[in-house]
């Protein structure tokens, strides 16, 4: 069932800057008027506005779409990272370009669509909790419970703009000025919304894709990761692991296959549909769309969001399956001519050629836009089989874009990431050997199944000794000697967590609060110059990057919304370091 996704639009109180003053007032469209909202049915139709803004995406095309407000963060986590690149050709979104390059300018509209995006779920939420706090009508218990939702919103869509921007306001339903200050720390804020959820909220939902206590406490120990504050991380982590509520499900694959979607792995996703009514497809994942490989591969656009070298090279392990260190080596863009053992979850990440891509058949050039451009690599968690064509794309959708947008959910938690989480956490305050078995519950799903060459999503996972399998030597196993370095304990977990979570708009975010985001993009920026012009893994472009330093810690505020917070002559709103 796909739950809580629904284009509602409800009179809400303010939003921040965005597109002039004017936009502090919103206009309904289908207005109701205020008994009705006040209802109890309204507040809970206000609530579900809010939930439905988890995907980015309502509609407005602002001025790039839906690519820069995708849930997934691909542009701003990914392409900014040694993940992936902006893929596509030279000319096409050149913006996304310009941050991949680090050529960051506050007059990129890309950021002011991102700010905008998750400023408006701000709003929605703030709308309920307003609604909420004035209703006399609503059941108590179900009231504390919608205060806990919102709550829980408000420090989601608030926490993305950390996460981007770093220094912007946070914003309460009793806030009636919306020009306000950045400069306070907004982490005690979202802390404190999210341990309201957590105290209110109850330990499941009926309804798919509502945040519960557990998925609340999983957000709440995330946010204290990127604090830096680990005993309360792993306090928050320790409430969700113990509680025996979410598993890893058998297969790696599992958790982006829309056939499992909502699946004991998952603790909180975007919810997504298709085919539900909408002749568009904006119930679909709308962000991903550009993500899908080129006009010669079964999809037919667009060619964005490509996996580097770098990338595939992290999957690379020895004999024991261990992972490899970066000096030996990359793999090959032919598998058959590859030398190295492979984490088979690098095929259920990557689209290689001559290697099945699902059950479509084998990934071949002619998928790619523009190889010596975007690297000959395509991206594949957010990508459906064959024979879920009609039934989880958008292909039977009037007016979309062929059947790019899909109904695959987006795993905002998932507990593969919190168990690499509470390892992160345990490894900083000294507890190597928790952190070792934990590390090892992931790495040993990982060993349960491969990329096969089944005909069907059924039977597409194969085991790793499966004899039809001529295109890798599957290899991957457990940390079975005793963790005794913090130093090399902590090198194992992020890496663990880099391929574990691949793609999945964490990378950048992870490098900023290990700090170590510019060694390692000026590495593997170096790593790129150093190749010669005639190696086929050679980015050239990449070159241009300008050199990462501590003012890429955050992305400039967009510069519209800095000229828009000027009040009383005072511009409240002051733009991050170096921009």
Not at 324 to 340: F, T, V
Not at 406 to 432: F, P, Q, T
Not at 508 to 533: C, E, P, V
Request: aromatic share 10%.
């Amino acid at each position: 069932m796909k739950a809580l996704k629904l284009f509602l639009v409800v009179a809400v109180f303010g939003v921040v800057f965005a597109c002039g003053e004017d936009f502090l007032e919103l206009n309904p469209q289908g207005a109701l008027d205020g008994s009705a909202l006040e209802s109890p049915d309204g507040i809970e139709a206000s609530l579900i506005s809010a939930y439905s803004l988890l995907d980015g995406w309502n509609g407005q095309w602002g001025n790039f779409g839906p690519w820069a407000r995708d849930a997934g963060h691909w542009i701003w986590s990914n392409v900014a990272s040694d993940d992936t690149h902006k893929g596509s050709d030279a000319s096409d979104i050149a913006d996304i370009t310009q941050v991949e390059l680090y050529q960051w300018l506050p007059s990129n509209g890309l950021f002011d669509d991102f700010f905008q995006s998750r400023y408006e779920g701000v709003a929605r939420a703030n709308a309920t909790l307003a609604l909420n706090d004035a209703s006399e009508t609503i059941d108590p218990a179900r009231k504390a419970e919608i205060n806990a939702e919102g709550s829980f919103l408000r420090a989601h869509y608030h926490f993305e703009l950390w996460k981007v921007f770093k220094q912007i306001p946070y914003f309460t339903q009793a806030d009636t000025e919306f020009r306000k200050s950045n400069e306070p720390d907004i982490i005690p804020n979202i802390v404190a919304d999210l341990q309201t959820a957590v105290a209110d909220l109850p330990t499941t939902q009926a309804e798919v894709g509502r945040v519960n206590r557990l998925s609340a406490s999983a957000y709440l120990g995330r946010v204290q990761m990127h604090a830096g504050n680990f005993s309360e991380a792993k306090a928050a982590l320790d409430v969700v692991v113990n509680s025996g509520q979410y598993s890893l499900v058998d297969c790696f694959h599992d958790n982006f296959d829309a056939d499992f979607d909502n699946n004991a792995e998952s603790i909180l996703a975007v919810q997504f549909s298709v085919n539900d009514g909408d002749p568009n497809a904006n119930n679909a994942n709308y962000g991903t769309r550009l993500g899908f490989p080129h006009s010669g591969s079964p999809f037919g656009c667009c060619g964005f969001n490509q996996p580097t070298q770098d990338l595939v090279d992290a999957f690379k392990t020895d004999a024991n399956g261990l992972p490899l260190s970066d000096d030996e080596g990359i793999l090959p863009e032919n598998p058959a001519a590859q030398s190295y053992n492979v984490d088979p979850r690098l095929d259920w990440t990557v689209g290689r050629d001559d290697v099945p891509f699902y059950d479509h058949g084998a990934h071949n050039p002619g998928w790619i836009r523009d190889r010596n451009f975007g690297g000959p690599y395509s991206p594949k968690k957010t990508q459906f089989h064959a024979d879920q064509f009609d039934s989880f794309s958008s292909a039977s959708s009037a007016g979309a874009w062929g059947p790019q947008a899909s109904a695959i959910n987006y795993n905002i938690i998932r507990y593969a990431d919190v168990l690499l989480m509470l390892a992160e956490a345990e490894v900083e305050l000294g507890n190597l050997e928790r952190a070792r078995e934990l590390t090892n519950m992931v790495r040993a799903r990982a060993g349960n199944c491969a990329q096969g060459a089944g005909g069907s999503g059924a039977e597409i996972r194969a085991s790793l000794d499966d004899a039809s399998i001529t295109w890798a030597n599957y290899a991957v196993s457990t940390y079975d000697d005793a963790w005794t370095d913090q130093g090399a304990a902590r090198d194992a977990v992020r890496l663990e967590r880099r391929i574990e979570l691949a793609m999945e708009g964490i990378r950048l975010y992870d490098l900023r609060r290990w700090g170590t985001l510019q060694s390692t993009m000026a590495d593997y920026f170096a790593k790129n110059n150093a190749r010669s012009d005639d190696d086929i893994s050679k980015r050239r472009y990449l070159s241009e990057a300008f050199q990462v330093s501590d003012i890429h810690q955050a992305y400039p505020l967009p510069g519209v919304q800095v000229d828009l917070s000027e009040l009383d002559g005072v511009t409240m709103l002051q733009q991050n370091p170096g921009f």
